[in-house]
């Protein structure tokens, strides 16, 4: 369900809903602002088109998505993606990438494809999140120092252009930044600054330091991009050609799936936090509604932002309402304080990225997971972040979900047995039962295991190869939960090799849906070459008539 009309129908817009709503949104809006400019910044575009994605992606998910408190717009996960998309396509490349991500969030939503986002592995998430946050740290540095953009494509290059200029350092520029991220780490221990949100006064005081002493040198937004536009953004429709849609279509896919993780994400915690519970599917619809509208006003590719989202929550939101505050006070703040914009400090903001970078990046978690987790999972985790880092975030997700998905396929087949019952095991059975007993010359397998692709060689080598034919070889398939197109074509294979050898084949206990299959694929039917027996007993019965003709 729609997450406003959800809230509607709970009372969430009630009278005495009112006051924790606004003030929630009130101090979400207040710390979207500098976050918004940095992470725009950051990605490569304009400030202004931070504050408008926050404005016009939150309102659309507050209004249409899934969560009741999920809090959207630019979030720190994105701009190592939107930077290298606008570095090879521009602003206009990359408003056309979002709204393509948008219409494949939309499709996913209708799809109800919101539930698979949840079997992303662990070890993939913290891997690529890590990643992120180290890139992010690093591609602070030049603002927060004052150097020379860096040079190179690449991590490594970057790194190393950045420590080559470390010497051309430029002091105020630096003493900025480091009182900005004291004042964002340590605010909220003084008494009197506990309710001003730190990003928020690292800005404010870097801010009036700058404009009063005017220190030549130090970037900022007036310097670097001219000031923040005073008033709302216009509608524009993006010109774009089929040869930019097809050569962005990668692009796009990327940013749909990464949005649709971290709103999904963002969306769990907010659960965890409030004792709500999502609708994913609505959500992805939201999502996706967002990211096609808001290039058209000028902004760029928005998700669930998980900290504001947890803001909101800390702070006494418990609806949509809350939402509509936080983007009311966006702009409000565009409308009447842009103006003051011109003299924030980038150091100040890559302060704020700092702390951004470390909260995301997770590594405490990074370090848990590599010094317990299986050593499987710590291979792909490292392999994930490795790949993030210094190859591609496409790259890492994909080869990260890949090496999972074999792990589990390897785990899932040792897991499989097919095994001869015993005798004994067998007269315990069918020790309440006068009369039932394995016929002589029978032999009885069990298949204990899901019988797909990556199973089958257990079960070939165990029937294809016994020491001694049978007359008759019975197979139980009661634990067989499910059967793939490669399971029905071994038993198949092993079937006709058995009966070429003079041996009955007899499949018993199969569930209703594998028992189907069987029949589909032509396993089971009246001239086929094995017997299919709904019990044991009728499978033994058989048996000792086989074993009687012959």
Not at 241 to 256: D, R
Not at 306 to 334: D, E, K, Q, S
Not at 411 to 427: F, N, P
Request: glycine share 10%; hydrophobic share 55%; aromatic share 8%.
């Amino acid at each position: 369900m729609i997450a406003l009309v959800e809230g509607y129908r709970a009372g969430l817009f009630a009278r005495n809903q009112w006051w924790p709503n606004i003030l929630a949104g009130l101090i979400v809006g207040i710390v979207a602002l500098p976050l918004s400019m940095a992470f725009a910044i950051a990605s490569g575009a304009r400030p202004e088109q931070g504050i408008y994605t926050a404005i016009v992606g939150g309102g659309l998910v507050t209004l249409l998505g899934g969560s009741r408190l999920q809090i959207s717009g630019p979030t720190g996960a994105f701009i190592v993606i939107l930077a290298g998309i606008t570095a090879k396509y521009g602003i206009p490349g990359l408003q056309i990438a979002t709204l393509m991500a948008g219409v494949i969030l939309l499709m996913m939503g209708l799809a109800k494809m919101g539930g698979l986002i949840k079997f992303i592995p662990t070890p993939v998430i913290i891997g690529f999140t890590t990643g992120i946050g180290v890139i992010i740290f690093v591609g602070q540095w030049a603002y927060f120092l004052g150097l020379p953009k860096p040079e190179g494509e690449h991590f490594h290059e970057k790194v190393w252009a950045l420590l080559q200029s470390l010497g051309q350092t430029h002091w105020p520029t630096l003493l900025i930044a480091l009182l900005s991220l004291v004042i964002v780490l340590f605010a909220s221990k003084i008494k009197i600054f506990r309710r001003i949100p730190g990003p928020l006064l690292a800005m404010v005081v870097a801010t009036i330091l700058q404009a009063a002493l005017q220190l030549p040198g130090v970037a900022t937004i007036g310097s670097m991009f001219g000031g923040v536009p005073q008033g709302l953004p216009a509608f524009a429709w993006p010109e774009m050609t089929v040869s930019q849609v097809l050569s962005l279509v990668g692009p796009a896919f990327t940013i749909a799936m990464l949005g649709a993780i971290e709103s999904l994400l963002s969306a769990v915690v907010a659960d965890r936090m409030a004792g709500t519970r999502h609708n994913s599917n609505q959500e992805l619809v939201g999502q996706g509604v967002a990211n096609i509208v808001t290039p058209l006003f000028g902004g760029f590719a928005a998700t669930g932002a998980i900290a504001r989202t947890a803001t909101n929550i800390r702070n006494g939101g418990t609806g949509p309402l809350a939402g509509i505050v936080h983007v009311l006070t966006l702009v409000l703040i565009l409308l009447v304080l842009a103006p003051l914009a011109s003299s924030i400090p980038l150091a100040a903001l890559a302060a704020i990225l700092f702390v951004v970078a470390w909260n995301m990046s997770e590594l405490p978690n990074f370090g848990r997971m590599l010094m317990r987790a299986p050593t499987a999972d710590r291979i792909v985790l490292v392999v994930t972040f490795l790949l993030t880092v210094f190859v591609d975030l496409v790259v890492a997700v994909n080869v990260g979900v890949m090496l999972a998905i074999f792990h589990f396929l390897r785990r899932m087949a040792a897991s499989v047995e097919t095994r001869e019952v015993a005798e004994d095991a067998l007269e315990r059975e069918f020790a309440d039962q006068v009369g039932h007993k394995r016929p002589e010359g029978a032999m009885v397998y069990e298949i204990d295991g899901p019988m797909f692709f990556a199973a089958i060689e257990s079960f070939e080598r165990a029937l294809k190869h016994t020491a001694t034919d049978p007359e008759s070889l019975v197979i139980r398939l009661r634990r067989v939960p499910f059967i793939d197109a490669t399971g029905l074509q071994s038993i198949e294979e092993v079937v006709t090799d058995l009966h070429q050898r003079g041996v009955q084949v007899l499949l018993c206990e199969a569930n209703a849906k594998v028992l189907e299959k069987m029949r589909r694929s032509g396993l089971v039917s009246s001239d086929s070459q094995a017997q299919y027996c709904d019990t044991l007993e009728q499978a033994f019965d058989r048996a000792r008539l086989n074993t009687e003709a012959t």
